[in-house]
Nanobody, 123 residues
Framework: QVQLVESGGGLVQAGGSLRLSCAAS????????AGWFRQAPGKEREFVAS????????YYADSVKGRSTISRDNAKNTVYLQMNSLKPEDTAVYYC????????????????WGQGTQVTVSS
């Protein structure tokens, strides 16, 4: 098991940028695949981006592709999500997740979750 803590959320104007961080503690995080998901009020949790434990394989949701970059620093046990050109529809609670098996796009495939960080984009 790993413990995950997200940070970096906040209020930003449309067109702005944010970098979310997910700090992990516990077992060797470098062997875990990681993902970012988000959930807006009244909506289901949805996939945003994921990264393999090596960092070589990444996936993005179409809604953020070209505007976001997921990366990791295994020496710091941290995964990042850089989000640019933010839109009001990006407003949601963003969650970090980790699992040993794969950098899946499905929330149900992740065993470890953080508490989330709020991102609000004003128009």
């Amino acid at each position: 098991q790993v413990q995950l803590v997200e940070s970096g959320g906040g209020l930003v104007q449309a067109g702005g940028s944010l970098r979310l961080s997910c700090a992990a503690s516990g077992r060797t995080f470098s062997r875990y695949c990681a993902g970012w998901f988000r959930q807006a009020p009244g909506k289901e949790r949805e996939f945003v981006a994921s990264i393999s434990w090596t960092g070589v394989s990444t996936y993005y949701a179409d809604s953020v592709k070209g505007r976001s970059t997921i990366s990791r620093d295994n020496a710091k046990n941290t995964v990042y999500l850089q989000m640019n050109s933010l839109k009001p529809e990006d407003t949601a609670v963003y969650y970090c997740a980790a699992d040993l098996r794969s950098n899946s796009l499905r929330p149900s495939d992740y065993a470890n979750w953080g508490q989330g960080t709020q991102v609000t984009v004003s128009s």
